[in-house]
């Protein structure tokens, strides 16, 4: 008698937390799965992630609003309204930028600007630098050259400027993958000052933001955001 209560109380639980929910995320363009894409359950918070095949599960009920998201396409919202049994299809559609009458898709916006910019100081960031001077028995190698060089401070100038470059392209890339839109997902704070504030108290590493999957990133959000409150 004990085990059968325990049992209804089980089957109570479960069906409070709704059904589960399948379905696979495809290329709308190319009807290919989309791999990692985001899965959100905007009634519960609960997340999922498309696994290789994008295929995902999530528990929901009907009615209830989901949200999929992935960097290379336009975010979608689905109303669940299937059954136990069957499967939901989502279509994502690519993002596309129009660059010389060549359609570019798949590219994430951090992409397409990253493009522009390095097509836009091209000249800056490839024009050799003037060489160390070499100095032989003879003479002076680029002697000229490095004197003339360290009088304008050009040489000093282009090096600040690639320097300054690569950082601001390494800011750009990790407020792609860790913004205010990202972390509202993932954390109940939802005024952006409070999100702002959480961000600039657990700033990402670019080598972390390069690497990490999308399923670390959450994971790595989560837990700073349990210390945080933690310390509040």
Not at 60 to 80: D, N, P, Q, W, Y
Not at 164 to 186: H, M, P, Q, T, W
Not at 187 to 205: C, G, R, V
Request: net charge positive; proline share 3%.
């Amino acid at each position: 008698m004990r085990l059968l209560f325990v049992f209804l109380a089980l089957a109570a639980r479960l069906a409070s937390l709704g059904q589960v929910v399948k379905g696979v995320v495809l290329d709308s363009e190319h009807e290919q799965p989309v791999v990692n894409a985001s899965v959100v359950n905007k009634k519960t918070g609960a997340v999922a992630l498309s696994d290789a095949d994008g295929h995902f599960s999530i528990i929901a009920e009907r009615g209830h609003v989901l949200t999929f998201s992935h960097m290379s396409f336009e975010a979608g919202t689905v109303i669940v309204a299937v059954d136990d049994g069957q499967r939901m299809v989502v279509k994502l559609v690519p993002n596309e930028v129009m660059l010389q009458r060549v359609i570019i898709s798949s590219r994430t916006k951090y992409q397409r600007d990253s493009a522009e910019r390095h097509e836009m100081y091209g000249h800056e960031l490839t024009r050799p630098l003037t060489p160390k001077p070499r100095y032989t028995g003879l003479g002076c190698s680029g002697c000229f050259g490095w004197l003339a060089d360290k009088i304008t401070g050009n040489g000093k100038q282009a090096k600040k400027f690639r320097k300054g470059f690569v950082s601001d392209d390494e800011v750009k890339f990790i407020d792609s993958r860790y913004n205010l839109e990202v972390v509202a997902l993932l954390i109940d704070l939802k005024d952006p000052d409070s999100i702002a504030t959480f961000i600039n108290h657990y700033p990402m590493e670019y080598d972390f933001a390069r690497a990490a999957t999308e399923l670390e990133l959450k994971a790595w959000v989560r837990a700073n955001y349990r210390e945080y409150r933690l310390h509040r």
